[in-house]
């Protein structure tokens, strides 16, 4: 008689994704599946409600390096809240030229660094602000923030129910938080 342990189910389960093709697999699916939910948002929405292009470089993070500090909940909601914040405000006080959006990016950068909230796929967001002339602050609320939750949402649940790999502190195959 075989142990539980021995099972190939078993070992599956407790070792998710353990070569590079499988890891590959995990991240296409959930950055894949995220994305479309967004749009799938805005579509039914008829609008800009929860996706923009940086949401794109967010999904390598999360989904393919889920460990990492710059993938983690924090960084990805404030790092994009904070750099649409200063884009929008550079907006609304500078020409848009190759050195506005050059200082812009900068300051959002410095920001997210002195805040802890580094995510370097927010650094796009001052460029897609000033380039398309999202003046409003609501822009920073909706599809910026909006869109930086369901993300979180969406890894919080699909690592800990599908992927099966550790993501914002929690490990699922011990099913316990980790002290990193």
């Not at 370097?120 to 599809?143: D, K, Q, R, V």
């Amino acid at each position: 008689m075989s142990e539980p342990s021995k099972t190939r189910f078993h070992y599956v389960v407790t070792h998710p994704a353990e070569s590079r093709f499988v890891a590959a697999i995990i991240a296409a699916l959930g950055s894949g599946t995220c994305i479309a939910l967004l749009a799938l948002i805005d579509d039914i929405l008829k609008g800009d409600f929860a996706l923009i292009a940086p949401f794109g470089a967010s999904m390598v993070l999360v989904f393919g390096l889920p460990k990492s500090p710059l993938a983690q909940p924090k960084n990805v909601i404030l790092g994009h809240l904070v750099t649409a914040l200063i884009g929008i405000t550079a907006l609304k006080f500078l020409p848009v030229t190759f050195w506005s959006i050059g200082l812009t990016v900068g300051i959002g950068v410095f920001s997210m660094i002195m805040l802890k909230v580094t995510h370097p796929p927010a650094g796009g967001n001052p460029i897609l602000i000033m380039l398309g002339g999202h003046s409003s602050y609501l822009f920073s609320l909706y599809p910026v923030f909006t869109g930086s939750i369901l993300i979180v949402l969406f890894a919080l649940v699909y690592h800990r129910f599908i992927s099966r790999l550790e993501y914002a502190g929690f490990n699922p195959v011990k099913g316990e938080p980790t002290n990193e």
